[in-house]
């Protein structure tokens, strides 16, 4: 493993399957954060009181802060990923030398800056990952406290980390629900389209770098219309739970299923090739062979192939499967309606 690959480990799983948007995402709210300390501190630098040294010293920081401000702003697209994780112990550090100049006139006050940056920690880091750094924000704020000698450091520092590790839960429950909603088919529980073609991407790009095999499969109900039109959506909802159902019994350990739309479905298949999908796909139909016919496509990725072109290679697979069955079901009913020949004796 890569350097690069150990810093994007520490992001969270689903934030790395679209790794661009995250890196944006991730610039974004560090440039408002940093902006918006900034001017908070300023402003309290001019309201206050401070001793000449202390001004200076607290000047200094908001202007390293300003300047992170600057490059982050100047260099948005070419940010690298450590950067942005190390930020994280890096404002950390600023902020208890903040925490250390003022910590006889108003401690608590700096502590809620620790908060923006649990959330930034939580929001975007693996939650262990994130759970470290705030230990460490702990340490370093107490120890701040406790060299200049305040009293009562220890009821400080429980206060701040009690509020970081509220407003943290509250924040990975609240990305959690928004997540699953987003990335989740509400009727079937399965992977939703963006979600699937987002992990398409991401193990194509894997696949690239390891050189491992990877398919996927577009599954399409046959006559799930007109199923609809004689017994009802409720009934057909029932149709496509157990669809789904079967979906999950032959998917392997690391393979993905999705509702990709309407009465169309897909499968992420790791460290799979073309007859090993089949083989998938034949045990799908077995699972099913008792509740409606499905049509299905495969492709499986090659070098030159890009995620939208497999998943285009997948759906005309589809298309040509279905033509297929609806030849041979044109050719079976006009064979059965054909009269016979009576012949004489």
Not at 67 to 91: D, K, M, N
Not at 99 to 125: E, K, M, N, Q, R
Not at 276 to 290: G, K, M, P, T
């Amino acid at each position: 493993m890569n350097k690069l690959n150990i810093w994007e480990g520490l992001i969270q799983a689903e934030r790395r399957l679209d790794p661009a948007a995250t890196r944006q995402e991730m610039v974004n709210v560090s440039v408002a954060a940093y902006t918006g300390g900034a001017i908070t501190g300023f402003l309290a630098l001019l309201l206050s009181g401070w001793p000449a040294t202390s001004f200076v010293s607290a000047l200094a920081i908001i202007a390293m802060v300003v300047v992170t401000t600057l490059l982050l702003r100047t260099s948005r697209w070419q940010v690298p990923i450590w950067v942005l994780v190390a930020q994280v112990p890096y404002a950390t550090i600023l902020l208890s030398i903040a925490v250390w100049i003022d910590a006889h006139s108003a401690p608590g006050t700096l502590a809620l800056f620790y908060v923006l940056i649990s959330l930034y920690a939580f929001y975007f880091l693996k939650t262990s990952v994130a759970s470290g750094f705030l230990l460490f924000a702990a340490i370093l704020y107490a120890s701040a406290l406790t060299v200049k000698g305040v009293q009562d450091w220890l009821s400080q520092s429980i206060l701040m980390l009690g509020s970081c590790i509220t407003v943290s839960i509250v924040v990975t429950l609240l990305v959690t629900r928004v997540h699953r909603l987003a990335t989740e088919d509400s009727l079937t529980g399965l992977a939703n389209r963006r979600l699937w073609e987002a992990l398409i991407r991401h193990e194509v790009a894997s696949a690239n770098r390891y050189k491992q095999n990877l398919s996927i499969v577009l599954i399409d109900l046959d006559g799930f219309k007109s199923i609809n039109d004689l017994h009802g959506h409720i009934h057909g909802d029932k149709i496509l739970q157990q669809v789904s159902d079967a979906l999950r019994k032959v998917c392997r350990e690391g393979d993905t299923a999705a509702r990709w739309g309407g009465d169309e479905f897909g499968l992420l298949l790791l460290k799979c090739d073309t007859l090993d999908a089949r083989s998938i796909v034949d045990r799908l139909r077995d699972e099913l062979r008792n509740v409606i016919r499905i049509s299905a496509g495969v492709a499986t990725w090659t070098p030159d192939k890009t995620a939208d072109e497999m998943i285009r290679e997948a759906d005309r697979s589809l298309y040509e499967s279905k033509s297929e069955r609806a030849q041979i079901q044109a050719d079976n009913t006009h064979t059965s309606t054909v009269p016979r020949l009576q012949t004489q004796d």
